[in-house]
């Protein structure tokens, strides 16, 4: 089991729609209307669901303390700025992103729909969460998509390669591919080795991250998870060493630059906002015609992909995407794990907002 896997005997476990009218019933109480906390509260327990924690409910505590703060206005919804059909560009006025990026997708999927594909840049947005969400959201229309994310105004995370302190962040990048009615493949990843978030799930936890992921605030390796949140400010590595660190500068050009919203760089104001700006290139397959050969090759791929003997019996060779699909049968049956720090930090930020848990 991978450091981010960790559970612990005294772990509160819920039931996924239990946790869903939770997290709901926290945002009406902070002010979101039924479709916003309805969007937050589905994201967040998919997040949980795929087991990926840092984009779940333990951001509970953040978001709130944002609202509190006056940085994130509960329903905000995006505008307009520029239109011609199949490019969109959108402004989210740092509206919470599980729900502003919601409104994005749907015109990205109502515009490829209509003309064969669609680019759709959204600039501010409060965190738009598990990028993953939304390929799986265009995957679900039948359409290929690739997104880039990019993060300004909170401190940054992530050193370049061969760098020793903290310039980009871990701006993520997602791909999802339709299999008709099998599970898309969805490639979903944080150009850092892991999401920051992960390491917060770790402190949490207790836990020491593995070799490799961390460096200190003088540039030598560390385990110690609290670097990138406590100063003296360590850096997380990019992954793939200089791969990563190019995807993630890319990621930040293609997100920042093309949206409106702006990269991350010395100008920014860093005022501890975790603000988004997405940009997303949607695709109709079908107009390229071949739909079964194209489904055939998919699956001829896939099928050679994971037929490679593994080299431990207990990892098998899985598809992007296929690691969180066997992780939301597991928890939609048994569960989502919550640790007891991240519970009592949620009950907290509940009970501030006015909702007795
Ligand atoms: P990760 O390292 O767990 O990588 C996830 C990707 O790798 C998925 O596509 C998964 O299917 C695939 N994968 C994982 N294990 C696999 C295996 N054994 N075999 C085959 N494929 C495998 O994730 P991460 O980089 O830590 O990112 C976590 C989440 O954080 C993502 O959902 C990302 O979108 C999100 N994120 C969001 C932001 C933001 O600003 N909103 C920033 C960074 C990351």
């Given at each position: 089991m991978s450091a981010f896997e960790l559970t612990a005997e005294d772990d509160i476990v819920m039931a996924a729609p239990e946790l869903e009218g939770l997290v709901r019933r926290i945002f009406q109480t902070l002010g979101s209307d039924a479709r916003e906390a309805g969007l937050i509260a589905e994201h967040m327990v998919a997040a949980?669901?795929?087991?990926?924690?840092?984009?779940?409910?333990?951001?509970?505590?953040l978001y709130c303390r944002m609202v509190r703060e006056g940085k994130v206005r509960p329903n905000t919804r995006v505008s307009v700025v520029l239109d011609h059909g199949a490019i969109v560009s959108l402004e989210g006025?740092?509206?919470?992103?599980?729900?502003?990026?919601?409104?994005?997708?749907?015109?990205?999927?109502?515009?490829?729909?209509?003309?064969?594909?669609?680019?759709?840049?959204?600039?501010?947005?409060?965190?738009?969460?598990?990028i993953g969400h939304w390929a799986e959201r265009c995957a679900a229309a039948g359409h290929v998509s690739i997104h880039f994310v990019n993060v300004i105004h909170a401190p940054p995370v992530v050193a370049p390669f061969a760098g020793r302190d903290a310039r980009l962040h871990t701006n993520p990048i997602a791909l999802g591919i339709p299999r008709g009615n099998k599970d898309p493949v969805i490639l979903d990843f944080a150009t850092s080795r892991v999401a920051q978030g992960k390491m917060r799930v770790l402190m949490a936890r207790g836990g020491a991250a593995p070799d490799g992921y961390l460096i200190d605030s003088s540039g030598n390796p560390t385990n110690d998870p609290s670097v990138v949140f406590r100063p003296p400010l360590g850096a997380l590595l990019p992954f793939g060493d200089h791969k990563g660190s190019g995807l993630g500068l890319l990621a930040d050009i293609l997100a920042g630059s093309l949206s409106g919203g702006g990269t991350f760089h010395h100008a920014n104001a860093v005022d501890g906002v975790y603000v988004n700006n997405m940009i997303s290139f949607v695709l109709n397959p079908a107009l390229l015609g071949n739909e079964t050969e194209r489904e055939e090759q998919i699956e001829a791929v896939v099928n050679h992909f994971v037929a490679s003997p593994p080299r431990d019996p207990a990892a098998p060779v899985l598809i992007p995407g296929q690691p969180e699909a066997r992780k939301r049968k597991h928890r939609l049956a048994a569960g989502i794990p919550i640790d007891r720090m991240t519970w009592n930090e949620i009950a907290m930020a509940a009970r501030a907002a006015g909702l007795a848990l």
């Open positions: 949980n669901l795929a087991g990926h924690d840092s984009h779940g409910v333990s951001l509970i505590p006025h740092r509206g919470f992103g599980q729900a502003t990026a919601d409104e994005a997708m749907t015109i990205a999927v109502e515009r490829t729909a209509k003309h064969g594909l669609s680019v759709v840049a959204l600039r501010p947005s409060h965190h738009v969460g598990r």
